[in-house]
């Protein structure tokens, strides 16, 4: 399919695909670039202090930022469109540090490996001669990797607001205590108005940016609120592999109430941030998740581009 080798891609290679993909929008995020960000706070419940140590998970409320995005590289894609939405967490911690949790409207992601993510990008360039993806190669990319027919499959919805989809982080990231004892963990922010999508009727008659005014005005009438629900693996759950879910009937934690209150005032400030899945904090470390680990270069790719205006 690719020339490029699928085992070892570096992020500048990811990055280039991801800009054949989606198009390039200088100075834009190279996915999630249209966006907005709001104010919130995180309210521990106390549920999850015994299995880590990690500062806003104790007793005290948190102040934080969020960042709701569609997941194309084009700042001006239409909200009605079937894509993931991401929601991006920024923790500021009392000690003035802060953590990040990034997260979107799908439970798996669609390669187990960075190579995989490469292949399919590859994959869904568009034909120059359609302005489409050959879908025949996304399904050679599927027949190759049977296990990832499930993830690439997943349809997102297309929420009646981004406060009424579920969130997923997708990957395991490992909890520790003040003894040293570790649990994998996966998270998932679940709205308190509770899941709502359009149907593709109603989406036709929604307004291309309709995510955003539903949103401030959705804020001018009181608080939107997410938990924030934590699984923990058991024996035997993959912590290295996102494409892969763990059972549901695994229990759950609700380690606390996210409260977002207004729009932030300085959205391009906020715009101009990069918000990273590895900013970890005492208290939680990276699971053995290649993909995990990898994002942290091509996010750190995408910013470098688009604050030098590329
Ligand atoms: C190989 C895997 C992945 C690659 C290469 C990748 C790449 C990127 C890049 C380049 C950006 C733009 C970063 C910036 O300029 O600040 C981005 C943004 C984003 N990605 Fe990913 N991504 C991957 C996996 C994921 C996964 C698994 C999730 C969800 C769990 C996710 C959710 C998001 C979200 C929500 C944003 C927007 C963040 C913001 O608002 O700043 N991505 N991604």
Not at 123 to 130: I, K, N, V
Not at 257 to 276: C, G, K, S
Not at 280 to 294: K, Q, R, W, Y
């Amino acid at each position: 399919m690719s020339s490029i080798p699928a085992d070892l891609p570096t992020a500048e290679q990811v990055v280039d695909s991801m800009e054949r993909m989606h198009g390039l929008y200088p100075g834009h995020r190279r996915s999630g670039a249209r966006g907005v960000c709001c104010k919130a706070t995180f309210t521990p419940t106390g549920d999850a202090a015994g299995l880590t140590t990690a500062a806003h998970l104790q007793d005290r409320p948190t102040p934080v930022i969020v960042r709701f995005s569609n997941s194309e590289g084009n700042p001006r894609s239409r909200d009605t469109a079937p894509v993931a939405r991401g929601m991006a967490v920024r923790f500021q911690l009392p000690n003035g540090g802060d953590t990040d949790l990034v997260a979107m409207t799908v439970p798996l992601f669609v390669a187990s490996t960075p190579g995989q993510f490469l292949e399919l990008t590859e994959a869904l360039r568009p034909d120059p001669a359609t302005g489409e993806p050959d879908m025949s190669r996304v399904q050679a990319h599927v027949a190759a990797h049977p296990h990832l027919a499930e993830a690439v499959t997943q349809r997102p919805p297309v929420p009646v607001g981004y406060g009424t989809a579920a969130y997923w982080a997708i990957h395991a990231f490992v909890w520790t205590d003040a003894a040293g004892n570790r649990q994998p963990v996966r998270y998932r922010w679940e709205p308190e108005a509770g899941r709502a999508e359009l149907s593709a009727e109603e989406a036709a008659g929604r307004q291309d940016q309709y995510l955003t005014e539903e949103l401030h005005q959705r804020l001018r009438q009181g608080p939107l609120a997410f938990t924030l629900q934590v699984q923990p693996a058991e024996e035997d759950d993959p912590t290295h592999d996102p494409a892969v879910a763990w059972p549901e009937r695994r229990k759950e934690i609700t380690a606390g109430r996210l409260e977002i209150t207004a729009p932030v005032d300085d959205q391009d400030y906020w715009a101009a941030q990069r918000f990273d899945p590895t900013r970890v904090t005492a208290g939680i470390e990276l699971s053995d998740d290649p993909v995990l680990t990898f994002r942290a270069r091509a996010y750190a790719e995408s910013y470098r581009r688009r604050s030098g205006n590329r």
